[in-house]
């Protein structure tokens, strides 16, 4: 039978497309002017053409911040998924542990960026904090002020520790949707607790993985807040993210151009991860047949 | 309407009126066609005309980077490679 399409139902669509004009079209628009041009302030600008883009792709800086940004984020989906699987699988399906691991769970996710940045820049100082007091009476030549390892360490670790809740609460949403009857059968069947988890558990976790991993990505390619509250990009620029080179760029030197190139770019590596993503989660919805929602979203 | 803050100058205000015209020119191609046109191509799943000519923008702006990183400021020729990738992706994507 012939579908009937109405068209007039996409006039409903245009409060929300007047509103994302304004708060989203509008100052992109105005990114990529400022992209092609030059000022000094007192709204005077110069013709730059594509000079900002040529500078921004032949500047070491700008590979450093993005190789700083993809290792950033390699690592910590290294680590919070296996680790988030890992908790998840040991939490309790029943009794009272359920809802008291996950409030302790819901914990750091509840705390604003800017205050997870700030305890840990006090956690770990050597002079007044408790990890990095602890660790220097132990011996331990830690100092994430002056050593580069040191930062990265304090920044990663304080990453799994905020955000490897939200893979946790996911897996384990996962996995207390698996019914019953598949641990019987695997027990039947004399299964391993490594057949189990890698034949029941692990596929019945894909989806809430892959939104996992999505979700953990795109939020750590953004990251912005918290490395900044804690080394401020340093020592030197050992932890400046693109974001944290970003805003040094645009507001720290009032480099307009060359920061309005540097957005449009980050932005268009941004919408290319986040298309893929999408493209991938959508289809293994439909292969899948599951339809948890993102494959009609279309 | 005082629009100086914005910052606008004709090579910009061009590039934008283009793309509005395609996505006008998509809403008119809609209405008159509804449905999208899906259909699975050389990327072995669906695609609608809107997705492919959020790939063809996409993939353009990452063919001018390319162009500007690899061979030079002159983007008329690389233009004519994104015109030419357009015409690939609403042809086999």
């Known amino acids: 039978m012939e579908r009937t399409w109405n068209n007039k139902g996409w006039l409903f669509v245009i409060p929300v497309l007047v509103l994302v004009l304004f708060s989203a079209a509008i100052p992109l628009m105005t990114v990529v002017n400022y992209s092609v041009q030059d000022t000094f302030g007192n709204n005077q600008f110069f013709w730059a053409g594509s000079a900002w883009f040529e500078d921004l792709l032949a500047s070491e800086r700008f590979h450093e911040a993005l190789w700083r940004q993809f290792l950033f984020s390699g690592i910590i989906l290294a680590i919070e998924v296996p680790l988030g699987i890992a908790v998840a699988l040991a939490m309790p399906r029943k009794g009272w542990g359920v809802p008291v691991c996950l409030v302790l769970m819901a914990l750091p996710l509840l705390i604003p960026w800017n205050v997870v940045g700030t305890i840990w820049q006090i956690f770990g100082r050597v002079d007044i904090g408790l990890l990095g007091h602890t660790l220097f009476n132990l011996g331990v030549d830690y100092n994430y002020v002056s050593d580069p390892l040191d930062a990265w360490i304090t920044v990663v670790v304080m990453d799994v520790w905020h955000w490897t809740s939200l893979v946790v609460l996911l897996c384990y949403a996962g996995l207390v949707s698996i019914p019953e009857a598949y641990y019987q059968a695997a027990r039947i069947d004399g299964a391993s607790r490594w057949a189990v988890f890698r034949y029941i558990q692990l596929p019945k976790m894909h989806r809430v993985l892959l939104i996992a991993i999505l979700l953990r990505f795109m939020d750590s390619f953004m990251i912005y807040t918290e490395p900044f509250v804690v080394t401020g990009g340093g020592p030197g620029n050992s932890t400046t993210f693109l974001s944290i080179d970003l805003v040094k760029m645009a507001i720290g030197q009032f480099d307009l151009g060359n920061a309005a190139a540097m957005s449009l770019v980050y932005f268009l590596i941004i919408l290319l991860l986040s298309w893929v993503f999408y493209t991938v989660m959508t289809n293994v919805g439909r292969e899948t047949g599951s339809g948890t929602g993102s494959g009609g979203g279309r | ?93």
């Not at chain 2, 233009?79 to 690939?88: H, R």
């Open chain 2, 1 to 93: 309407m005082d629009l100086a803050w914005m910052a606008w100058t004709w090579p910009t205000a061009i590039f934008f009126v283009t793309i509005f015209t395609l996505i006008a020119a998509m809403g008119v191609w809609e209405w008159f066609r509804p449905g999208g046109a899906p259909r699975v191509g050389i990327l072995r799943f669906e695609t609608t005309r809107g997705d492919r000519l959020f790939v063809s923008l996409l993939g353009s702006a990452f063919i001018c980077l390319a162009w500007l990183g690899l061979v030079g400021p002159s983007l008329w020729w690389a233009l004519a490679v994104c015109l030419a990738y357009a015409v690939c992706v609403f042809r086999w994507v």
